[in-house]
């Protein structure tokens, strides 16, 4: 079998991409089957777009997005295929659904993503959540028929989770079962790490939060268990990596700012925190499936989040603490010190290791996708 993959800039090269899902998906591909990178985009939005969006954004409190123009799409899917057929593939793997839903091509074509048109709601896609902007009834039509066609055109659909998946149907997307997979997601690391993760038992207790994004990812919460854990006599530090706020001042925190990993040195950095780290705090407020719970894993690192979206999936219920958002500050610090009396930490450090070696890792993923491919080409 020959792939195509396509995603909006090179999935071979582009580490920083949709948080990296095409990068290591690509490679974890590459290493079973021919898989050939293709990076397919379309013009930009004119300059007159953007002020004509903003001026229509604030008089009607709507989304206005160029790149759901129907014009737009159409011009996606015509380029994907043509780039697809010059290097005489099996099939094409596209990252989400926009090449799918004008697709007119002898090539089949699958989508893999942690997102389903149709399981947008009508708040759309929410670029600046401070200023939130729906979708008026004509564009919630539009994303239900642009959901469905992309379906039907799919050979097969591949997504993260099964929360995204119900979401679709919920809204009314008719997704037959036999042409979806839910292939949960994998941690961003090209090398996996070593399986036995050597690491200091507490005390001190280290705890790590990563995320982009300080409030949506529950950065204040996170400080605030540890406060709770200093106020309970606990030796405990927290390592924050991400984007955190500059005035930030803790004697108890260590912040190492936004590691990438396509810097040698700073990639370096990020592996030693998790070598280092005994639990994860991710109190999100929404997510799909994080793929920094899938990274802690990989290093053994058993999590303390919250009970959104597609994380619940990702893990049974004694690999990972479960707790509601809005009282993760007042239960957090019990639900750790629980953990640390009953001496359950190690036995939680084993289970997320394996839930990484047979779950959260891109080479079973991309064994799921060849398999599901193959299949699907036959029928």
């Not at 969006?53 to 737009?72: D, E």
């Not at 998946?165 to 997307?173: D, F, H, P, S, V």
Request: aromatic share 8%; with cysteine.
């Amino acid at each position: 079998m020959k792939i195509a993959f396509a995603a909006a800039l090179d999935p071979s090269h582009a580490v920083q991409y949709f948080s990296g899902l095409p990068y290591h998906l690509y490679w974890a591909l590459s290493r079973q089957v021919e898989t050939i990178p293709l990076a397919v985009t379309v013009e930009g939005s004119p300059g007159w777009w953007h002020f004509y969006s903003r001026l229509w954004g604030k008089l009607t409190g709507v989304q206005a997005r160029w790149g759901m123009r129907p014009a737009v799409l159409k011009e996606l899917a015509a380029r994907t295929a043509a780039k697809a057929l010059e290097c005489e593939v099996d099939v094409v793997l596209v990252v989400g659904q926009g090449s799918l839903v004008f697709w007119n091509s002898p090539l089949p074509a699958a989508t893999f993503s942690d997102i389903l048109y149709g399981a947008v709601s009508e708040g759309g896609f929410q670029d600046q959540s401070q200023k939130p902007r729906k979708l008026n009834r004509q564009q919630q039509q539009q994303m239900v028929d642009y959901a469905q066609r992309a379906v039907d055109n799919a050979l097969h659909i591949f997504v993260t989770s099964a929360f995204t998946l119900e979401g679709a149907r919920q809204y009314g997307t008719r997704i037959p079962p036999e042409k979806v997979t839910v292939t949960q997601i994998g941690a961003n690391f090209r090398e996996r790490p070593d399986p036995i993760i050597s690491r200091q038992p507490p005390p001190p207790l280290r705890l790590l939060w990563v995320g982009t994004a300080w409030e949506g990812k529950g950065g204040p919460e996170a400080l605030s268990v540890l406060d709770g854990l200093l106020e309970r006599g606990v030796a405990v530090e927290l390592n924050l990596v991400g984007r955190i706020p500059g005035n930030l001042d803790h004697p108890q925190v260590v912040s190492h700012g936004f590691l990438r990993k396509d810097a040698a040195e700073e990639r370096e950095r990020l592996l030693e925190v998790y070598r280092q780290s005994h639990l994860l705090l991710l109190p999100t407020r929404k997510d799909f499936t994080p793929s920094g719970l899938a990274e802690a894993a990989a290093f053994g690192v058993p999590a303390v989040t919250t009970p959104v979206g597609g994380i619940p999936g990702m893990f049974a219920d004694d690999e990972v603490v479960l707790l509601p958002f809005n009282c993760y500050r007042e239960e957090a610090p019990a639900a750790i010190m629980n953990i640390l009396e009953d001496g359950r930490l190690p036995e939680m450090a084993e289970k997320a290791r394996r839930r990484f070696e047979t779950t959260l890792n891109w080479d079973v993923i991309a064994q799921k996708v060849v398999t599901e491919l193959a299949v699907a080409l036959k029928k």
